[in-house]
């Protein structure tokens, strides 16, 4: 494998985690035993583990001695005030209302926003969003342009919500739309950011309508990031005055602080609008807490306060989104097949592509999730036929999504350079004899959500 340059940590390690080791002869045990399904192993049997970036940063020692100095009051604690002014100061909405982690953001929102026969779409709706809408009979409507399912295309901003789907949505639909959303960056459609002039045009017609447009911003430093290196006209701005940009289009925001707020736990619900915020925080001490903490310790709100000024931090960001690039280059050099260009946050395998062999009915992408382990114990997620693919009710057949995809989701500030050609050079092993790796059925799945709790066997 020819070295591209990768780039180096702006952090030095000051506390270590050890991995955990195991052999081919154990991995094979291990897959058995939790039926092929990389959501049943125990973590401390993976080597590398990429099945999110959620959740799974690595804080700093600033954000550490923040959590030493947590106000854990029932009421008015110093943390939230805090953790207050930091989102203000960032998003720049007058009301904070913190939650226990993004999906709890959405309930309360939607809770309180949904009627019967709602409709709230968005470039792609990622699941929990999706799930959080369609659990209250209404509908989640994904309007992104062709170029989010298109693999190949190399376009800087292939998030980008398509305007003229949505403005015929809302001719048709308006008086049913509670809320526009924007997911920055459009995680189900390969970690792809959304540009500042999309923005500005989604933001344009939910005015001229007078629907409220709200971000599901979990990646909105990444995604402020590339604007700044692709979108013409911002390349002196500062990523925190682009987020700032950003925001100032929308009336709201929900926000995973798992993500970019460098967290393991923690989200929030942002906004102006005074009743809907009473509305929410009303919502909110049903299900999650008192307003001023949510479903959070003092000492998270402090963690997340830090982590969102790192998350902003430019050495930071320009690291973080080279070595997801430098992953993908790599896959390069070795052949491997992957949506371009490189996510800010995950690189995505064209699973169907690296192993033609196996028929979509087959389940490629499932089948790399378990070649990895088996090869190098690596942990990575199926975003493909066993996630979203249905059976129709009528012929009783499977219908498959258009990508068939393993995220190789990359945990910030975790993992270095080495480690990613490691992972390369698993995936490389594959590339080399993909003959060797077997499609999968499904011998047990729940009615919802499958992928989690499925049990699978190879077939020879
Ligand atoms: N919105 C987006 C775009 C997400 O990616 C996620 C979570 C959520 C909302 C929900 O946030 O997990 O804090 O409740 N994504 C994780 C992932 C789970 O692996 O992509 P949460």
């Excluded at 500005?200 to 971000?215: S, T």
């Excluded at 289009?249 to 609008?273: E, I, R």
């Excluded at 963690?303 to 690291?319: K, P, R, S, W």
Aim: proline share 5%.
């Amino acid at each position: 494998m020819r070295l591209i340059p990768p780039p180096v940590e702006p952090f030095r390690i000051k506390m270590v985690e050890s991995l955990g080791w195991t052999t081919r002869r154990e991995r094979d045990k291990l897959l058995q035993a939790a039926g092929f399904n990389v959501f049943g192993l125990h973590a401390d049997k993976v080597l590398i583990d990429l099945l999110t970036d959620s959740g799974t940063s690595a804080m700093s020692d600033r954000q550490w001695a923040g959590i030493m100095m947590g106000d854990e009051s029932y009421a008015g604690a110093r943390s939230f005030y805090r953790f207050e002014k930091a989102v203000r100061g960032i998003f720049g909405f007058t009301h904070v209302i913190p939650t226990h982690q993004g999906r709890a953001a959405e309930r309360v929102l939607f809770e309180t926003v949904l009627g019967k026969n709602s409709a709230v779409p968005s470039n792609i709706h990622f699941d929990t969003t999706r799930a959080n809408i369609e659990v209250r009979n209404a509908r989640a409507v994904d309007l992104a342009g062709a170029a989010a399912y298109d693999p190949d295309a190399l376009l800087p901003f292939k998030g980008d919500m398509d305007t003229a789907k949505l403005e015929a949505f809302l001719d048709r639909n308006g008086g049913r739309v509670p809320v526009v959303m924007l997911t920055v960056t459009n995680n189900s459609g390969g970690g792809q950011p959304v540009s500042l002039a999309n923005i500005q045009r989604v933001a344009a017609i939910c005015r001229r309508r007078k629907i409220p447009f709200f971000f599901d911003a979990c990646r909105f430093a990444e995604n402020a990031w590339f604007i700044k290196q692709r979108e013409k006209g911002y390349g002196r701005w500062s990523v925190r005055d682009i987020a700032r940009k950003m925001f100032s289009f929308a009336d709201g925001a929900t926000m995973s602080a798992k993500k970019d707020a460098l967290v393991n736990m923690g989200g929030f619900v942002t906004l102006n609008d005074p009743d809907l915020a009473g509305r929410i925080k009303n919502n909110l001490i049903i299900g999650e807490g008192f307003p001023t903490y949510g479903g959070l310790s003092g000492r998270d709100l402090e963690a997340i306060a830090q982590g969102l000024h790192e998350g902003l931090d430019e050495a930071y960001l320009e690291y973080r989104t080279r070595q997801v690039a430098y992953l993908g280059g790599l896959l390069d050099e070795v052949g491997v097949p992957y949506f371009k260009p490189a996510g800010g946050h995950a690189i995505y395998v064209l699973a169907d592509r690296l192993l033609p062999h196996i028929p979509r009915d087959r389940y490629p992408g499932w089948a790399l999730t378990v070649a990895l382990y088996r090869e190098s114990g690596i942990r990575a997620v199926e975003i493909g036929g066993v996630m979203f693919g249905r059976k129709n009710p009528k012929t009783g057949r499977e219908v498959f999504p258009e990508l068939e995809l393993v995220r190789l989701a990359i945990p910030r500030r975790v993992y270095t350079a080495s480690h990613m050609i490691f992972v390369a050079e698993a995936l490389a092993s594959i590339a080399r004899k993909p003959e060797q790796v077997k499609g999968i059925r499904i011998i047990e799945e729940p009615r919802f959500l499958r992928h989690f709790t499925a049990r699978f066997e190879e077939i020879d």
